[in-house]
Nanobody, 124 residues
Framework: QVQLVESGGGLVQAGGSLRVSCAASGRTFSTIVMGWFRQAPGKEREFVATINWSVGSTYYADSVKGRFTISRDNAKNTLYLQMNSLKPEDTAVYYC?????????????????WGQGTQVTVSS
């Protein structure tokens, strides 16, 4: 089992920056693929970014490409999402997820473990 706990959400003005974190514990060695998803009120959960930390490859949704950066500190077992140039449409609950697969995926069903989420609100 892997436990994921997000933190770092909050309120920020449009154009600002925020970094959310996800602390992983448990059998973390079994999850080399991790990702961030988000869900806005009244909308379906959507993919944001994913990373295969063993090879350092990343993949982003078009809506955040060039503004968001996903990274992982293996020594701390922590996943990060650095969000710059935030827009009101980025407002959502952000979820951290981990997968036992060996290839990254933008599909939520490929992830085995999920955190409880952290709220990010961007004011205009």
């Amino acid at each position: 089992q892997v436990q994921l706990v997000e933190s770092g959400g909050g309120l920020v003005q449009a154009g600002g920056s925020l970094r959310v974190s996800c602390a992983a514990s448990g059998r973390t060695f079994s999850t080399i693929v991790m990702g961030w998803f988000r869900q806005a009120p009244g909308k379906e959960r959507e993919f944001v970014a994913t990373i295969n930390w063993s090879v350092g490859s990343t993949y982003y949704a078009d809506s955040v490409k060039g503004r968001f950066t996903i990274s992982r500190d293996n020594a701390k077992n922590t996943l990060y999402l650095q969000m710059n140039s935030l827009k009101p449409e980025d407002t959502a609950v952000y979820y951290c997820a981990a997968s036992k697969r060996r290839y990254y995926s933008a599909y939520g069903g490929d992830y085995d473990y999920w955190g409880q989420g952290t709220q990010v609100t961007v004011s205009s």
